[in-house]
């Protein structure tokens, strides 16, 4: 079974993918969020698809924090920028032939497009775990646990790494500490 990148590539839509997804990749980082709510960037291939204006944003590189996730092309073209709240029906998907891989909806603006990105290398369940827990948090109006979140980062972060030896159990989203496992 060949990946969605070898599927999607028989359809390839005409044009490149407009406002307000697209945005130079010398302003994908212009903005006041906290540098502190950066939490991960990992190389991917990824692919932003808007099928009603039939437009396609493709790149290599995808950095999350506590409210965005930015897709960089890593050439200085055009990356996406996505707001976590305009996240809807996302999916990890673990195929048994096949790279693992994330994927779902996001409407911004009347505009909604299909994201994906696909995970080359080992890591993609960790980045999963904190994607999910950041999308969740963006939906909580930023409520949940951030310090949470940006442990699971640096955690997910060490093992992609490969240097995580020991990783101390963090409460999740308000849950006792007491009775936590500790990972090894």
């Known amino acids: 079974m060949a990946s969605w990148f070898a599927r999607l590539s028989s359809r ?8 307000p997804w697209a945005v130079p990749e010398a302003q994908l980082f212009d903005d006041d969020e906290d540098p502190a709510g950066r939490l991960l960037r990992r190389r991917v291939r990824w692919e932003v698809v808007d099928e009603s204006r039939n437009a396609r944003l493709a790149g290599q590189e995808a950095f999350l924090s506590l409210a965005v996730l930015r897709l960089s ?11 976590l709240t305009s996240i809807h029906r996302e999916e990890y998907m673990q195929p048994i032939f096949g790279a693992n891989y994330l994927t779902g909806l996001a409407r911004q603006d009347g505009a909604t497009v299909r994201w ?7 890591g993609a369940a960790q980045f999963a775990s904190v994607f999910f827990r950041a999308v969740r948090a963006a939906r909580a109006g930023g409520t949940t646990n951030a310090a949470a979140i940006q442990a699971s980062a640096r955690v997910a ?27 090894t």
């Open 12 to 19: 390839q839509p005409q044009a490149q993918l407009g406002p």
């Open 157 to 183: 972060s060490a093992a992609e790494a490969e240097t995580c030896v020991w990783a101390e159990a963090v409460p999740v989203d308000g849950a006792p500490s007491a009775d936590l496992p500790t990972a």
């Open 73 to 83: 092309t890593s050439d200085g073209g055009v990356g996406a920028r996505i707001p």
């Open 116 to 122: 994906t990105l696909e995970f080359l290398s080992a």
